[in-house]
Nanobody, 120 residues
Framework: QVQLVESGGGLVQAGGSLRLSCAAS??????YGWFRQAPGKEREFVAA????????AYADSVKGRFTISRDNAKNTVYLQMNSLKPEDTAVYYC???????????????WGQGTQVTVSS
């Protein structure tokens, strides 16, 4: 049974940092992505990483502030979020895909999400 479990969300002040984790079980995945969804908005791409970590993509809104990484031995992907802004407030989801992609439809499995709230 394939399962993705996110953790690490919480409440943080603007300018602060959080590190999200996504632990995968059931099989080994080649590519991971992080997405987020704020209330009343569509789910949007945040970052994606290939199996080797050599191919990474970021949304323009998070470039220079967020870093995606993975530990294949632990079957876990991370999202380090620095210099957080109130507009980063959303539920963050990890997902897996066979390609590096920025659209949700390209992803096969999804976690349940973790809430990130950034106060001003």
């Amino acid at each position: 049974q394939v399962q993705l479990v996110e953790s690490g969300g919480g409440l943080v002040q603007a300018g602060g940092s959080l590190r999200l984790s996504c632990a995968a079980s059931g099989r080994t995945f080649s590519r991971y992505g992080w997405f987020r969804q704020a209330p009343g908005k569509e789910r949007e791409f945040v970052a994606a990483i290939s199996r080797s970590g050599g191919n990474i993509a970021y949304a323009d809104s998070v470039k220079g502030r967020f870093t995606i990484s993975r530990d294949n031995a632990k079957n876990t992907v991370y999202l380090q979020m620095n210099s957080l802004k109130p507009e980063d407030t959303a539920v963050y989801y990890c997902a897996t895909s066979g390609i590096i992609a920025t659209t949700p439809i390209s992803y096969d499995y999804w976690g349940q999400g973790t809430q990130v709230t950034v106060s001003s």
